[in-house]
T-cell receptor
Framework: DAGVTQSPTHLIKTRGQQVTLRCSPI?????VSWYQQVLGQGPQFIFQ???????GRGNFPDRFSARQFPNYSSELNVNALLLGDSALYLC???????????FGQGTRLTVV | QKEVEQDPGPLSVPEGAIVSLNCTYS??????FMWYRQYSRKGPELLMY??SSGNKEDGRFTAQVDKSSKYISLFIRDSQPSDSATYLC???WGGGNKLTFGTGTQLKVEL
């Protein structure tokens, strides 16, 4: 079975631009969460979605938004990019909100 | 004070050693406790998942949770060079996906 897949793997954006990151969960998993990992730090929780509804939001500005589609895939959008948004963005999926979370390989975003 | 504290290391041990990795946390609402292994420039890989206090063993890995002292441990027996990675503790609550990660401990197992 395929694991959590994220696209793209790398991208470079300019300050002020907008970016959309994509995630496909493990087949059968209905919950998707997004994390930001800055170099040298642990991942930080951004959003959790379950059955297309937002179930949790971390301490991130409104420039960050996300959604989950009927097939349980998800997108993370970041507007008005700042240099500090440069990080590895990780998607995790789980069967539901109370089970183990499995991570994808991440999207490495560089803002210049 | 951070919600989850973890010694960043680096921790260097010889092959075959027993490794002890530890975390402390402050939020008593945490109910789920996960350990992840992360190789450089890769996504975290789930190693262990425990619920509430107690021990759980899986092969060379043992996870311990002491909720009374808010202390989490991961033991690695017979460590191998392939165990060289960053180990992240991640307690969670209200759902296994809302995880609060430590900064990670960098482990190097030397031949």
């Amino acid at each position: 079975d395929a694991g959590v897949t994220q696209s793209p793997t790398h991208l470079i954006k300019t300050r002020g631009q907008q970016v959309t990151l994509r995630c496909s969960p493990i087949s059968g998993h209905k919950s998707v969460s997004w994390y930001q990992q800055v170099l040298g730090q642990g991942p930080q929780f951004i959003f959790q979605y379950y059955e297309k509804e937002e179930r949790g939001r971390g301490n991130f500005p409104d420039r960050f938004s996300a959604r989950q589609f009927p097939n349980y895939s998800s997108e993370l959008n970041v507007n008005a990019l700042l240099l500090g948004d440069s990080a590895l963005y990780l998607c995790a999926s789980s069967l539901d909100v109370n089970t183990e979370a499995f991570f994808g390989q991440g999207t490495r975003l560089t803002v210049v | 004070q951070k919600e989850v504290e973890q010694d960043p290391g680096p921790l260097s041990v010889p092959e075959g050693a027993i490794v002890s990795l530890n975390c402390t946390y402050s939020n008593s609402a945490f109910q789920y406790f996960m350990w992840y292994r992360q190789y450089s420039r890769k996504g975290p890989e789930l190693l262990m998942y425990t619920y509430s206090s107690g021990n759980k063993e899986d092969g060379r890995f043992t996870a311990q949770v002491d909720k009374s002292s808010k202390y989490i441990s991961l033991f690695i027996r017979d460590s191998q060079p392939s165990d060289s990675a960053t180990y992240l503790c991640a307690p969670g609550w209200g759902g296994g996906n809302k995880l609060t990660f430590g900064t990670g401990t960098q482990l190097k197992v030397e031949l």
